[in-house]
């Protein structure tokens, strides 16, 4: 399942003791949603091992703002409260995967 973060929840999905992917989007990016169904499928594959999350800019400046994220979509790949890895623009669903197990 796919965790709906904003600028008020973002502390508690940072210290999360579980590896946080964080897809960063908006409801007006194409490519953000040609991402969408490949985010949900590794959230289905990573329940329990990692924590799979969205965010829209527009609802959360806070969160980009902190990630300086100019594009989107923008994956950031969080390690004990702190950004490790990020991937930008559309990627296959591989590239995900290889960011996230290798924070497993």
């Known amino acids: ?3 709906e973060v904003n600028d008020q929840n973002f ?3 940072k210290s999360s003791n579980l590896p946080v992917l964080l897809d960063i989007g908006a409801t007006w990016c194409g490519p953000c949603k040609a991402l ?3 985010i949900e499928e ?3 594959e990573y329940e329990g091992k990692a924590l799979v999350c969205k965010v829209d800019v ?3 400046p806070g969160i980009a703002s902190e990630f300086r994220v ?3 979509p923008t994956v950031l790949f969080i390690k004990n409260g702190a950004a490790v890895d990020k991937s930008v623009g559309l990627v296959a669903k591989a590239t995900l995967t290889d960011k996230l ?3 497993l």
């Open 70 to 72: 100019r594009n989107v």
């Open 36 to 38: 969408a169904p490949v």
């Open 101 to 103: 197990n290798a924070l």
């Open 42 to 44: 590794i959230a289905n």
């Open 1 to 3: 399942m796919v965790v």
């Open 11 to 13: 502390a508690e999905v």
């Open 58 to 60: 527009d609802d959360a």
